[in-house]
């Protein structure tokens, strides 16, 4: 009989039970045994087959939930799973209690319930709500990280809202939602986009489209536009739309490389059109697919013209076949690429000659696509060859037929091949040449010592360039000759750039440096007496100093004056002059050995270097000087002259700093004998420098006239009362390698602050005129720290004065110094100029045109004088104007005296000069204002 009891436990899926621990005996209701399956009738309960359907899990915690329940008699609740009797697991709940019994063990009871359903319900929910969180975690994040943000449209209320990421990863505002009028949001579209993106709304709002799609540039205040894409749906209400939900993504990357690759394929299509080379994509089978322009242009066709021909219609016959081998290895795999010479006809039917690299391009299955062709026109090259091959059979005919000697080496310094004119500039055969080492054959020699030279050819094999030994360098010839060459050694290279050998070119110039040495002679002799000039002494007494200091000889320098020649200059003219002074030269080089040296330095002073032990050795070659010129009458017309002379003795000390310093007291010791009587000779004395007479100095004006006879500058000279015997005192260098005394330095100061002083003088005015003023400035001097400190002062603090100012420099072997030239350019930075004047007076003045940025040049006093008797001086004036006009230099002729050397000089271009035919040098008022502890009073 089915009880009440019973219903309810199969409505609520439930059943009790109860157990006595005392008797173990356990009662479970009907629906116990339901939720196991289990027949009460038939299956007999206890505790270990109850306990027997809870898998392992549940049984634990189920048999420690009854232990604690006896020991403290609290109850329990537990969800269980069991595993019915037809093998199917259910999810229950077990509660139970502890029932004390007094003076016996408690009972236990409780309720089973079957949850399994509910169970799945609840875990269905977690796992819904589980995947709903994660779902909104993947998209919170996907939209993080892509620029995703909702957007949501109410039509309605004509606002515009987004949530997400997108709000501050574009600079819309702080918070992660954002709220905006209508019409804001349209402001912030770009006004170039807003049209189009309002249109596409409109069609989706009208039903023509299923969705609203749109990418535009949204423009926020103080950022680089950027590009979204807003995507979305209507939401309507009674069939009209209220509001549209969906997306708005930052795509400005996507953009950009969008933008980007379309550029590169804009540039890469107008690189293709516009390539100087024919670039073509041409089908398997032949034809053309794409061609550019430069292709086109090449062979006369149009791009349709040959999108209907294949390339075997244009190949010339006698290359289709090689072309189609390589075609089929491409075709195969056997070749990745060929490059081939061919001929193509063009549309009017000439060949055009052309260079072909192919590839072939496959899909991803290997298939061949097309090919990639670049046409190159050779055409010109092939000319320049077949041009070339013409010109190599040329250039043999002509390596024999020049008159140069050729030789040419392989790397290892071997001769390979030599022509007619090296054989017979080294006086040997072919045979006897080639296949020998260069240096074996060939043998460089100084050009004046018989010294051998290192041979260059090593380091041009080793490093390449090229290389020379020095002008004139002589090479033996095979019959001991000798012969002077000027050579050029290149190397030469293969096409990976390393050198693979050399060749020697070389000329014989014996006759050039026979010329050569002429002149060099003429630059260090006077002309005049063909004694050695004051280049040339200078060039003599140094050689000399060495050899003393070497203790190979001991000598003497000596200083002559003429006494009373400037009487036959004045009564007789400078032609009588010039014949007495070779007459002079002639006598007194007649009492020296050939190993003393006699010059003359200018006018009528001369000197000598004498070899000799000592004093008394010294003497005696001055007293014959002076009987020499005292037995002189020279007779002109009615009247005898005679003569007397004036020696100056220093022996040459080589504790000196150099040779110059002998000269100078060779210098003093001549003002000694002149102060004596003159006629005499005198041997420096030390012990008399410090008590020399200090001698007044006068300020002389030497003006410079242009060609009628008006004047166009002055030239300040410092000079003492016996002009004849010393001439100007100018603070320059008269000639190249002029001694320069102690005095010189006083002098070079003295001589600036004078001039400055004249220029500020109003006093002056009329004596100098409005043109410049020129000084003599001594290249050594200038060298000199302090002097230099005191020149620049000078101009910095009067700069107004510095353009009426012309620095005269003469040549000198320390112009050749490399202090110098930034300093030329430093006082012509202050406005002054510099010219160079001696010149003419030896050969360097050209290489020092090289050197230095001049204004101009003054050609020296005996350079002019000279024009009328020597061919050579008058081609060498030629190379002075032309150089002049080449470089834009003013230029003044010093020493004009007579109608003869004005004519040439004006013939020549010249337009300045300097000397007694126009007008001679001059006092100014300021005399009497230097002293100078070198120089002595008449």
Known sequence: MTTALDILEQHAQAGTWRFDPETEELWWSPGVYRLHGLDPETDRASIESALSFYEPDSRARLEAALAHAQSSGEGWNLTLTIRRADGVLRQTQGIGEVRPRPGRPPLLAGAFFDIHEAAEARDRQQAIERALAEQAHRWQTAGEHAGLGLMEIDITAD??????????????????????????????????DRAGRNRRLNDHLAGRTEAFESEFRLRVHGRVPIWVRETGRAVRADDAPTRIVGTLADIDARKRTEHALQQSQRRLRQTLHHAPIGIALVAPEGRWISVNHALCEMIGYDEAELGALTFQDITHPDDLEADMVLVSDLLTGRKLNYRLEKRYFHKDGHTVDIQLDVSLLRDEAGEPLYFIAQIQDITERKRQHRALFEARELAEITFEAIGEGVIRLDR???ITQVNSAACALLDRSADSLIQHAFTECVTFYHADFDQILPNPLSSVLIDGGRAAVPLFTRIMRHDGSMIAITDSLSAIYHDDGRVGGAVFVFQDITEARQRTMELSHQASHDTLTGLANRRGFQRDLAATWRRARNGMLQAFVMYLDLDHFKAVNDSCGHAAGDDLLRLVAERLRAVLRDSDVLARLGGDEFAAIVHANDADGARVVAEKFLRSIRALHFVRGERTYRLGLSLGIAALDTTLEGPEASLAHADDALYRAKAA????????????????????????????????????????????????????????????????????????????????????????????????????????????????????KRLGDRPHLAPRLIFQLAEHNALFDSDLPPLVARIRGCGAAVWLVEFGSGYDGFELLKRYVFDGVKIAADFARSL?????????????????????????????????????????????????????ARAGS???????HTDSPD
């Open 159 to 192: 606002r515009y809202r987004i949530s997400g990421a997108f709000v501050q990863r574009n600079g819309l505002g702080d918070c992660a939602e954002l709220t905006l009028a209508g019409t804001d949001w349209q402001h912030l579209i770009d006004e170039r």
């Open 412 to 414: 290892y310094g071997t």
């Open 677 to 792: 009587g003159r006629n005499d000779y005198r041997f420096h004395e030390p012990a008399n420098a410090a008590t020399t007479p200090r001698r007044r100095l006068s300020l002389h004006l030497a003006p410079i006239v242009d060609q009628g006879s008006h004047v166009v500058a002055q030239e300040l000279t410092l000079r003492a009362p016996d002009v004849a015997r010393h001439g100007p005192m100018s603070s320059g260098v008269a000639t190249a390698g002029e001694t320069v005394t102690p005095s010189s330095t006083r002098i070079d100061q003295s001589t600036l602050d004078m001039a400055i002083e004249l220029l500020e003088d109003a006093s002056e005015a009329d004596a100098l005129g409005s043109g410049p003023l020129c000084i003599s400035l001594n290249a050594i001097e200038l060298a000199d720290p302090a002097f230099q400190n005191r020149l620049f």
């Open 868 to 920: 009328t008797a020597t061919t050579i001086n008058r081609a060498v004036l030629r190379a002075i104007m032309d150089v002049a006009k080449r470089q834009r230099l003013s230029v003044v002729a010093d020493g004009v005296e007579d109608d003869a050397v004005f004519a040439l000089l004006s013939k020549a271009g010249i337009q300045r000069f300097q000397g007694r035919l126009y007008a001679p």
């Open 926 to 932: 300021r005399a009497e204002t230097h002293s100078a």
